[in-house]
């Protein structure tokens, strides 16, 4: 099955830097890759997503980059905010046999943004 | 807010009892699943289901079990059978399609 590897499990930075959290995976058959949010206490929520076909996604200040030949993808943060601060949760799935979609998450990045 | 919903948000249970995690969504999808969250474990894939009176086994889903008997609903049973219950569990679902999940808010059982 897919392994989802994610680093670091912690990031602390100042306010206005930026913060890249990486994560690799193993089949070379996912096609599809999120990534969540999740506040202390609330549920995860979608905060930009990626598909095979494209190498990088732009959402204002968020972005993510995929790079298929090396099977790894990244959450790049500018301009960092206090309010920025939670866990990350990047994640990989695939069209699979009977037409399931199993989405394989990471292990979450806590991001500390510091006033 | 997400249209799927979880109950309780906080559930006390003694051992050797068995207790039932609510799952509801009105979004209409077909797929749902249950997660359990530990620190820094990240989410770790219990049970799923593609369509109703159909679901799998995920990666941890010794100690539970679910139904899936009308769409809207995927209630997960913890039994006296699992060892170490204490966690956070969050379900989520999806459309038929690989598109992104929608999460519960989650339920935090506690074994006393």
């Known amino acids: 099955g897919e392994n989802v590897e994610q680093h670091p499990s912690t990031l602390s930075v100042q306010e206005g830097d930026s913060a890249v959290i990486k994560c690799t995976y193993s089949d070379s058959a996912s096609n599809y890759f999120p990534w969540y949010k999740q506040e202390l206490g609330k549920r995860p929520q979608l905060i930009i997503d990626?598909?095979?076909?494209?190498g990088e996604k732009k959402d204002q200040r968020i972005a993510v980059t995929l790079n298929k030949t090396a099977k790894h993808f990244s959450l790049h943060i500018t301009e960092t905010q206090p309010e920025d601060s939670a866990v990350y949760f990047c994640a990989a799935s695939k069209t699979a046999s009977g037409g399931s979609y199993i989405p394989t998450f990471g292990r979450g990045t806590s991001l500390i943004v510091h006033p | 807010d997400g249209g799927i919903t979880q109950s309780p948000k906080y559930l006390f249970r003694k051992e050797g009892q068995n207790v039932t995690l609510s799952c509801e969504q009105n979004l209409n999808h077909d797929a749902m699943y249950w997660y359990r969250q530990d620190p820094g474990q990240g989410l770790r894939l219990i049970y799923y289901?593609?369509?109703?009176?159909?679901?799998q086994k995920g990666d941890i889903a010794e100690g539970y079990s679910v139904s899936r008997e009308k769409k809207e609903s995927f209630p997960l049973t913890v039994t006296s059978a699992q060892k170490n219950p204490t966690a956070f569990y969050l379900c989520?679902?999806?459309?038929?399609?690989?598109?992104?999940?929608?999460f519960g808010q989650g339920t935090r059982l506690t074994v006393v």
């Open positions: 990626i598909r095979s076909n494209v």
């Open positions: 289901s593609q369509i109703v009176n159909d679901f």
């Open positions: 989520a679902s999806r459309r038929q399609s690989n598109t992104e999940a929608f």
